[in-house]
């Protein structure tokens, strides 16, 4: 009863009838296309792989490779990891506001990234039913990075006597929200 229950919505491989091998086009895109049926009107197939998990409507979508996720795009190379930022900037939770420095030029400038999430503290209350990155937290963030520039050891920078002075005419181009970096 159960098993038939389910027949509808979940197809195994097992119960699939063999089908032919789709025909190779000879204009492929550069990355794969990623189809969302209405998980309603089609039946779902799944494709294991040995690190990769594929989910279609139909089997002629299915990936040409079976090259994980990670490996097929490539990331922002860390230069300086959250434990290294941990040991320059006196900040911590919840005012940490850098996660990684991907570009450094030492004493001259860097580029960081802040994973943005909605379990951040500052979403429950900036705004309720549509939360936002409080302005005031992006300067606070520019300027930690700022400080990792100015406070490593190598340019002769030390914790003492340095503070961010302030700050005149400050725009913001949109709004910062979840899933943001």
């Given at each position: 009863m159960a098993a038939s229950a389910f027949s509808n919505t979940l197809v195994s491989p097992i119960s699939l009838p063999s089908k032919p091998k789709p025909k190779a086009i000879s204009l492929q895109p550069k990355f794969p296309l990623v189809k969302f049926p209405n998980p309603?009107?089609?039946?779902?197939?799944?494709?294991t792989t040995s690190l990769t998990t594929f989910c279609s409507s139909d089997a002629a979508n299915a990936p040409q490779h079976d090259t994980p996720i990670e490996?097929?795009?490539?990331?922002?190379?860390?230069?300086?990891?959250?434990?290294q930022i941990r040991d320059i900037l006196p900040h911590r939770?919840?005012?940490?506001?850098?996660?990684?420095?991907?570009?450094?030029?030492?004493?001259?400038?860097?580029?960081?990234?802040?994973?943005?999430?909605?379990?951040?503290?500052?979403?429950?209350?900036?705004?309720?039913g549509k939360p936002i990155m409080p302005g005031v937290l992006m300067v606070e963030a520019m300027?930690?990075?700022g400080g990792l520039v100015m406070l490593q050891p190598e340019v002769g920078g030390s914790r003492e006597n340095f503070f961010f002075a302030g700050i005149d005419k400050v725009r913001f181009r949109k709004p910062v929200i979840a899933g943001d970096t």
């Open positions: 309603r009107s089609h039946p779902l197939s799944r494709k490996l097929r795009y490539p990331a922002f190379p860390t230069v300086m990891d959250i434990n939770f919840p005012f940490l506001l850098v996660d990684r420095v991907i570009e450094y030029n030492p004493g001259v400038s860097a580029v960081a990234i802040k994973n943005v999430t909605i379990n951040d503290n500052f979403f429950p209350g900036h705004f309720p300027a930690q990075v």
